[in-house]
């Protein structure tokens, strides 16, 4: 087990409930009012992040009302295109949501990304995390972003190894990622993870 003063500690939280996810539709550039206002959290971090979208700064304020997060575009979901707002009903018959259903890791959406330049984006913003994370010598980081982005964080840095959609992501708890200094510098897995309860 490594020492106190030798971890890192990142939670990886998903915005709360928006009347798109009540409906089950493709919610990624696009955005939607929150449900209900979370209450806030009685935890303290030192780093806070938060994708730009409403959702997650809505979320990320109502947990923490006194912290101003680093807002960051490369932790937003995927940009889903043209299907934006739509659920599965909607678009079941359309040939161009087939297919991309079919071959969706390589394949972008109409008018949206692939989920390679999705994967791409997200490694560019956890690097500028990292760099963020080093000059400012914390140890303790709280995350507000999506839930694509959160799978895709999982199956880089959670200790066992899972596939992507092998990871449920809740609005009702996040993740703990626990790092040793060195292996979080290093973009290497983290040594233990917990889910914690909103």
Request: glycine share 6%; with cysteine.
């Amino acid at each position: 087990m490594a020492a106190m003063d030798d971890r890192v500690v990142m939670a990886l939280c998903r915005h709360g409930l928006t009347e798109a996810n009540k409906k089950r539709a493709y919610l990624g550039w696009t955005d939607s009012p929150l449900c209900h206002q979370p209450l806030p959290l009685e935890t303290t971090y030192e780093g806070y992040f938060t994708s730009d979208l409403g959702r997650c700064v809505s979320t990320l304020q109502a947990f923490f009302p006194e912290v101003k997060p680093i807002q960051m575009s490369e932790l937003r979901e995927m940009h889903f295109g043209d299907f934006e707002g739509c659920t599965f009903d909607d678009l079941k018959n359309n040939e161009e949501y087939n297919k991309w259903l079919d071959h969706y890791r390589d394949a972008a959406t109409p008018n949206g990304e692939s989920f390679q330049q999705f994967l791409k984006r997200i490694d560019m913003g956890w690097n500028k995390m990292i760099r963020e994370v080093e000059s400012n010598h914390w140890k303790r980081l709280f995350v507000v972003t999506h839930a694509g982005v959160i799978r895709y964080l999982l199956t880089r840095f959670a200790p066992d190894e899972r596939a992507y959609w092998d990871w449920n992501v809740s609005h009702d708890y996040y993740y703990e990622l626990l790092f040793t200094n060195k292996s979080f510098e290093k973009g290497e897995r983290a040594f233990s993870l917990r889910k914690v309860s909103i």
